[in-house]
């Protein structure tokens, strides 16, 4: 059995898929590109597909990963683009690797975000910024199925400071561009909790909603406080072997 790691994105109008939305696309962006899936067993088989922490719903993503198993290998870069052409523009799978190495889901630690706040100046932003990191605590209420949930966003917060693209800052109107590195930790924070922790503690009120964006997400290193590619070792792996076998070859008696 064959198993491919993919990253994909979630783009445009289709930030406001839902998991079980995509869920339901990629599946038949399976059937549609004739791929050999492997199933499980039982009186329902399902596609064996393993997801590994989606973005939430409404915001958009540059690295979503999942893993799927094969009972044929394929060559990843043909299947990347086969799938990629089956699914609409806005879900593009952008890379695929064969799994070398175990534990995808474990070396996604943390994510960088933006959050971009139109409407809001750049200088209040600093401020707010400033006060956030500043706090020992945020606490933010968050409603969950069980009622309404009162927990520490700052804790979980690595890195959070403006960021100042100008090529992406309107000129008619104030803009403020937030980078976001935050852990993953239970209970998750997310990046509608930041910019509650930043309404709590400095009154920072975009006046239309944040367009928020997953840009990296992976293992963070302690050392350099930057969020790995978790598919580095993969490819690093698959070097290795193509390494092997081509001095294997040449060794080999004519």
């Given at each position: 059995m064959q198993r491919i790691r993919l990253r994909y994105t979630k783009r445009g109008r289709l930030r406001f898929t839902s998991h079980r939305d995509f869920q339901r696309a990629f599946e038949r962006a399976l059937r549609r590109a004739e791929v050999p899936m492997a199933y499980s067993a039982g009186f329902t088989p399902h596609p064996k597909v393993s997801y590994a922490n989606a973005a939430p719903t409404g915001t958009g993503s540059e690295a979503e990963y999942l893993e799927i198993a094969l009972t044929e290998a394929r060559d990843p870069q043909k299947l990347r683009e086969l799938l990629d052409a089956s699914l609409p523009a806005g879900l593009d799978v952008i890379e695929a690797v064969e799994a070398r190495t175990p534990g995808l889901a474990d070396r996604l630690t943390a994510s960088v975000w933006e959050l971009r706040l139109d409407g809001v100046d750049p200088g209040d932003a600093d401020r707010a910024v400033d006060a956030f990191n500043a706090a020992d605590t945020v606490e933010v209420e968050r409603l969950?199925?069980?009622?309404?949930?009162?927990?520490?966003?700052?804790?979980?917060?690595?890195?959070?400071?403006?960021?100042?693209?100008?090529?992406?800052?309107?000129?008619?109107?104030?803009?403020?561009?937030?980078?976001?590195?935050?852990?993953?930790?239970?209970?998750?924070?997310?990046?509608?909790?930041?910019?509650?922790?930043?309404?709590?503690?400095?009154?920072?009120?975009?006046?239309?909603?944040?367009?928020?964006?997953?840009?990296?997400?992976?293992?963070?290193?302690?050392?350099?406080?930057?969020?790995?590619?978790?598919?580095?070792?993969?490819?690093?792996?698959?070097?290795?072997?193509?390494?092997?076998?081509?001095?294997?070859?040449?060794?080999?008696?004519?």
């Open positions: 969950t199925k069980n009622g309404v949930r009162t927990f520490d966003a700052r804790s979980a917060v690595v890195r959070l400071e403006t960021h100042f693209p100008q090529a992406d800052r309107p000129i008619d109107q104030p803009c403020a561009i937030l980078r976001l590195v935050v852990r993953h930790v239970t209970p998750a924070v997310r990046p509608d909790d930041v910019l509650s922790g930043l309404r709590a503690v400095a009154d920072l009120a975009p006046p239309v909603p944040a367009a928020v964006t997953r840009l990296a997400q992976g293992l963070f290193d302690e050392e350099t406080g930057a969020v790995t590619d978790p598919l580095a070792p993969d490819r690093e792996a698959a070097e290795a072997r193509s390494t092997a076998d081509a001095t294997a070859a040449a060794k080999a008696p004519a």
